[in-house]
């Protein structure tokens, strides 16, 4: 049969993504990927050079999702089928592109993990992400903000004169727009996808891309690369070059030896093919293979202790089996940063598979012989030189034009393309993608003047990307144009001169809590816990004034009471926390994530009876931060019994 596309609605049980956290993310979320400067000693200089290279500080100008729940309901998600006779490929447009499943249609194989529900978890960049399938990550170390976030789609016209689906989206947090072409030829048993990230701008910019696949685990599964060593990096925070498959007694290949979280970055040699693959007892599974461009691969799995098996039952439902990950990226690690030119571009051809190897070799004790065996299959289904022509073929039609569109993104490119006039041939940016959104930003651009909103309302997003800045800072000094600019100095890194413009907005400022958030973790940031606790309690005091009724208010005032709540027991000041909980909507105070609020506030205020009381009634954390050991630390303060599993997230490094 010749290759199809086609629009279908996926159902299966989902939690609601929610609002957007309306305040400005001052600070990163990550804290599991943070590097011991000691571990640096004895790499490469190419290596230690990408690891520094420039860090996220904050995650402007992206928005915190924080509002889901765990509460799951039969729902439709959009998505886009692309099916020839051996392969059945489905996107999910809605959520970063993400590929839900990959089934081979001749063996009824699933070649990837399928997760049965949406469930989000603090996983991602940015709050929300959700595991299973092959996900597409840009931006910096880490799960992508793009993770839920709607991507454009249309059909493009294929290499093999068939139709090929393209996925774009503008990436906000360096500024870069890329592509995501899924080709699927008509006789084929392997998905290309061609990747192109762009620079347009005239500096150099940092740049990451990992495919993330996730594959069903077995006892039985070995992961296999060609690489005899790799770099291990877990909760410790340190990287490691180690013997692969074995180091210290155990065979990592297998990912259920594993004990607990951790990464394995393959020291693939330059010369050789780049691949990695996912096989089961019998040999068969699933293999990834690319262009050199794409250098590095890694495994990644959750071990086998209470901690690992913890978080993969809070990703998904009972009864579902585990996964483990195949990873390609720019770089041998995702802790490091790839400089982009100006005006250049990085591209790549992926292919993705069934493949099929003698078991008994693959599950041998020789590593070599493994390997070998693993690569000759490879070559005899999908040739070296067959994925560079793929990819010669892919270039050639990158730049044609989208006909059918499938989906629709964000406007945030949109208004790039028009404040700069960027030519991006294949990727187009039309005015027509704007929404309310890009009004305030898109009247500063024409006129110099940031708008006040018609309502009452938190502030809208900052742009923070120097051209935008600039911008505001010769906008007319109004009270919501300083709010906005602090926020964009602040993400320069000029601190001071951020936290001038945020006082002087204050002084007329007709809405004054936003201001006075940023002030107050200005003084977090500076080490002024006392200051910052004032600060704090004065802001939700104002927003509690000003709150409307609406989705919107409930989030700030839940985000913003979050904060204060945290800053006054730092400053030890139980009782104004408590009534910054009582200031809290009803609903809120409900949630699990503010029910463990209440138990730290039980605690300060010296009723461990009543705190754990919260605990033995239960509750979910929805939002708990990957590698986050709040539950059992808090736990630990009440009683000496044993952590219930219900709370214990901990690997063994952690407890």
């Not at 640096?40 to 904050?58: N, S």
């Not at 390997?371 to 730049?399: F, N, Q």
């Not at 409307?548 to 904060?563: S, Y």
């Amino acid at each position: 049969m010749a290759t199809t596309v086609r629009r279908a609605v996926l159902t299966l049980p989902a939690a609601p993504l929610g609002p957007e956290n309306p305040l400005p993310g001052l600070r990163t979320l990550d804290q599991v990927h943070v590097l011991d400067e000691r571990s640096k000693q004895g790499m490469p200089r190419d290596m230690v050079r990408q690891l520094g290279h420039a860090p996220l500080r904050t995650l402007l100008p992206v928005r915190t999702l924080d509002g889901y729940g765990r509460e799951r309901t039969e729902t439709g998600l959009d998505t886009i089928v692309i099916e020839n006779d051996r392969l059945r490929v489905t996107v999910l447009p809605g959520l970063g592109g993400r590929i839900h499943s990959l089934h081979h249609k001749s063996t009824g194989r699933e070649l990837v993990y399928r997760n049965p529900v949406f469930q989000p978890a603090d996983f991602a960049l940015n709050g929300a992400w959700f595991s299973g399938g092959i996900e597409w990550n840009i931006g910096a170390t880490g799960h992508t903000t793009l993770t839920c976030a709607p991507v454009h789609a249309a059909v493009v016209p294929a290499p093999d004169g068939g139709e090929m689906v393209r996925l774009w989206e503008w990436e906000r947090l360096r500024d870069l727009p890329f592509q995501v072409d899924l080709w699927l030829p008509a006789d084929s048993d392997f998905l290309y996808v061609g990747v192109r990230i762009r620079n347009p701008h005239e500096r150099t910019v940092p740049t990451y891309w990992w495919s993330n696949t996730a594959v069903e685990e077995t006892a039985r599964t070995r992961v296999i690369a060609p690489a005899d060593e790799a770099w291990h990096f877990g909760y410790a925070h340190t990287l490691n070059r180690v013997p692969s498959p074995r180091s210290e007694g155990v065979d990592r290949s297998y990912p259920a030896h594993g004990a607990h979280p951790a990464d394995y970055f393959y020291e693939v040699p330059g010369e050789s093919r780049k691949w990695i693959a996912a096989l089961d007892a019998a040999g068969q599974g699933l293999v990834q293979t690319s262009t050199d461009r794409l250098r590095g691969r890694k495994l990644f799995l959750w071990g086998s202790g209470q901690g690992g098996r913890r978080w993969q039952e809070w990703l998904t439902e009972p009864g579902t089996p585990g996964y483990t990950e195949i990873q390609a990226g720019l770089a041998r690690t995702q802790l490091e940063h790839v400089p982009l030119e100006p005006g250049a571009d990085f591209s790549w051809l992926e292919a993705y598979g069934p493949l099929a190897a003698d078991p008994d070799t693959v599950h041998g004790d020789d590593w070599t012989a493994a390997r070998a065996a693993t690569e000759r299959a490879l070559e005899d289904a999908l040739p070296r030189a067959g994925v560079d022509a793929a990819y010669t073929a892919w270039l050639a039609h990158a730049d044609l034009e989208p006909s059918e569109p499938l989906a629709t993104g964000s406007g945030w490119g949109a208004l790039e393309v028009l404040r700069a006039g960027h030519k991006l041939p294949g990727t187009p940016f039309p005015e027509s993608n704007l929404t309310e959104l890009q009004e305030p930003w898109l009247e500063l651009l024409r006129t110099g003047t940031f708008p006040y909103p018609r309502k009452v309302t938190p502030p809208g997003p900052t742009l923070v990307a120097p051209h935008w800045r600039d911008m505001l800072e010769t906008a007319p000094a109004e009270p919501l144009t300083e709010y906005h600019l602090g926020v964009a100095q602040w993400h320069a890194g000029d601190l001071a001169q951020a936290v001038r413009s945020w006082e002087r907005g204050l002084q007329l400022a007709p809405s004054r809590w936003p201001l006075l958030r940023c002030l107050a973790l200005a003084d977090c940031e500076a080490g002024h816990p006392e200051r910052a606790a004032d600060l704090y309690a004065e802001a939700f005091a104002d927003l509690c004034e000003e709150r409307r009724e609406g989705d919107t208010w409930t989030a700030a005032t839940a985000a913003l009471g979050r904060e204060a709540i945290a800053s006054l027991l730092a400053a030890g000041r139980p009782a104004q926390a408590r009534t910054v909980w009582e200031g809290l909507r009803p609903a809120t105070r409900r949630t699990g994530r503010f029910r463990l609020i209440e138990a730290t506030l039980l605690v300060a205020e010296g009723d461990r009876q009543a705190a754990r009381a919260l605990f033995d009634e239960g509750f979910e954390v929805a939002d708990l931060r990957e590698g986050a050991t709040v539950l059992s630390d808090i736990w630990a303060e009440l009683t000496d019994e044993p952590v219930p599993e219900a709370y214990d997230f901990r690997g063994p490094q952690q407890a």
